[in-house]
């Protein structure tokens, strides 16, 4: 297939056949990705009876082609996370705005930078010139409005922070994170997927996957999450960062957080991103109330103890970082 044919099309699937990789496509239309995560987009896309029966398939080449004739929007700025701290608030702030595309959590992009696990044939080489490629497909402009593109990564990917500023230097960038023990109360309602092991390689952790497996579910969470700090402060003097508070939301987002992703926007665009914040970030349908007070009573005094030790020292090194 031309890549020409691919104009205007979005990829929503990388998958393997043997040892290549190839991309699943669909046509949006007009449809922009202003849900709290990219997946929903796709969901409601898929419903569309052109795409049950049009779906595009492709060898994961075509992106760099479509690149080379219809190069996406660059990235403007990148959201990454300690996991259950605001992000989806930031990314649904500037989704808010037809200027702005975003991209919450897009699967394809994590099946790009774990390519690894799963086949380590594969080389850093090849996944920053499929990252190149599946981004710019994905920030084709498909409205006149659009100008910037933004970028909220999944929380584990932050531990290819350096490859990803290799695919795109000087992209400013973001951390947000959270009392530690408030993101573990969250995990223990509902534990995310990055939080069970084997989904992070476990040499990150320095385990290997039986030591990992013999943790406690809330041991490994506390491991995870103190990588996760523990890695934003390795990398801070990559490209141009900023680290972000969950207390400092979303008043930071309408001061230094533009002025550090280095965009500006019109007293009415700033008003539709302070709406935004009225409803429940990732359940827009409902009005916004603050969680940290449940959240602090939630955990057991053991848990606490945990995040004290293995996250506490991290998470007040992020904070004399920010207020340094």
Wanted: proline share 7%; net charge neutral.
């Amino acid at each position: 297939m031309k890549a020409m044919h691919l104009v205007g099309w979005t990829p929503i699937r990388i998958f393997w056949r043997g040892l290549e990789p190839f991309v699943d496509w669909v046509l949006l239309g007009d449809q922009r990705p202003t849900e709290p995560f990219f997946e929903q987009t796709i969901g409601h896309a898929m419903h569309l009876p052109f795409n049950i029966l049009f779906r595009q398939r492709t060898p994961v080449a075509a992106l760099k082609e479509l690149q080379q004739i219809n190069p996406g929007v660059p990235p403007k700025g990148f959201i990454f996370h300690m996991s259950r701290c605001g992000s989806t608030l930031v990314s649904q702030m500037l989704a808010s705005l037809p200027r702005n595309i975003v991209l919450s959590e897009a699967p394809p992009i994590d099946s790009v930078l774990r390519a690894y696990a799963q086949f380590p044939h594969v080389t850093d080489e090849q996944r920053i010139d499929w990252l190149r490629g599946l981004i710019s497909a994905l920030g084709q402009r498909r409205h006149e409005a659009e100008q910037d593109l933004f970028i909220k990564f999944d929380s584990w990917h932050l531990l290819d922070l350096p490859l990803i500023e290799r695919a795109f230097p000087g992209v400013p960038w973001i951390f947000l994170y959270r009392e530690p023990v408030e993101v573990m109360a969250s995990h223990l309602r509902n534990r995310g997927g990055q939080m069970l092991p084997g989904y992070i390689k476990p040499e990150w952790l320095d385990l290997n996957l039986e030591t990992a497996s013999r943790l406690s579910l809330d041991e490994y969470c506390a491991r995870v999450l103190a990588k996760f700090c523990e890695t934003a402060l390795q990398h801070k003097d990559v490209g141009r960062s900023l680290f972000v508070n969950y207390r400092q939301l979303p008043d930071i987002f309408f001061s230094s957080l533009l002025d550090h992703f280095q965009v500006s926007y019109t007293p009415d665009e700033l008003e539709q991103m302070r709406r935004v914040t009225q409803f429940n970030a990732k359940s827009p349908g409902m009005n916004f109330t603050s969680d940290t007070a449940d959240k602090q009573q939630a955990v057991t005094e053991e848990i606490r103890q945990l995040a004290a030790r293995r996250v506490g020292p991290l998470y007040e090194q992020l904070e004399a970082e920010r207020t340094a």
